[in-house]
């Protein structure tokens, strides 16, 4: 069974707007914490914002936040005001505690932002 | 502080042969993990080493294997190449070992095997 699912192989938004890329994820670590990253076609994986498992907030970088809804297992990326530099791919990976090191990732969701 | 660095960047190499790849991780990072990018399987966890010993191992032969030196720099190996090898290959480093600690990647090398 998948343990990171992200089921939006493509997007477009508008340049501007606002924009969720989901994902859910399965686990019975009650630890781990889920990250996501940017990647764009020049292969770097750039790191955009974390959510451990206890965090009793949503995280915030900037105009990244992350939608953190424990009971459902979800923790979709929210974009706000969209720019051009934001097409990319974007993965969704967790990180169990009891695993103690590898990231497992979702496919991926694949942004298009329009002007 | 610097990023991730990897060298090469880029590879072209023939069934058969060997190759290693180098990955120095950010300063002050213990932590040292490699993946493995292909379109087919996605992004697949090779192994991660921390205090230069093998912490944990991903699903994949025999013919992957790494190390870590006393700078927490790694490399990774892999022998008798096959077509199915051409990749993308990512290193991360993070302070420590943990669900908690971030992990910061590297431009990768892309590995093409002819």
């Known amino acids: 069974a998948q343990k990171i699912t992200q089921t939006q192989p493509g997007m477009f938004v508008q340049e501007k707007e606002a924009v969720t890329l989901d994902c859910t994820y399965d686990t019975s670590d009650p630890s781990y914490g889920l990250f996501w990253y940017k990647q764009p076609s020049s292969g770097e994986m750039i790191f955009l914002i974390y959510q451990g498992s206890y965090d009793q907030q949503n995280a915030t970088e900037g105009r990244y936040s992350l939608n953190f809804q424990k009971a459902r297992k979800s923790a979709n990326l929210v974009i706000s005001a969209s720019q051009l530099g934001d097409s990319a791919m974007y993965f969704c990976a967790m990180r169990e505690h009891g695993s103690q090191g590898n990231l497992i990732f979702g496919k991926g969701t694949k942004l298009s932002v329009k002007p | ?114």
């Not at chain 2, 060997?18 to 950010?26: G, R």
């Open chain 2, 1 to 114: 502080k610097a990023g991730v660095t990897q060298t090469p960047r880029y590879l072209i190499k023939t069934r058969g042969q060997q190759v290693t790849l180098s990955c120095s991780p950010i300063s002050g990072h213990r932590s040292v993990s490699w993946y493995q990018q292909t379109p087919g399987q996605g992004l697949q966890f090779l192994f991660e080493y921390f205090s230069e010993t093998q912490r944990n191992k991903g699903n994949f032969p025999g013919r992957f294997s790494g190390r870590q030196f006393s700078n927490s720099r790694s490399e990774m190996n892999v022998s008798t190449l096959e077509l199915g090898d051409s990749a993308l290959y990512l290193c991360a480093s993070s302070l420590a070992q943990g669900g908690h600690n971030e992990q910061f990647f590297g431009p990768g090398t892309r590995l093409t095997v002819l």
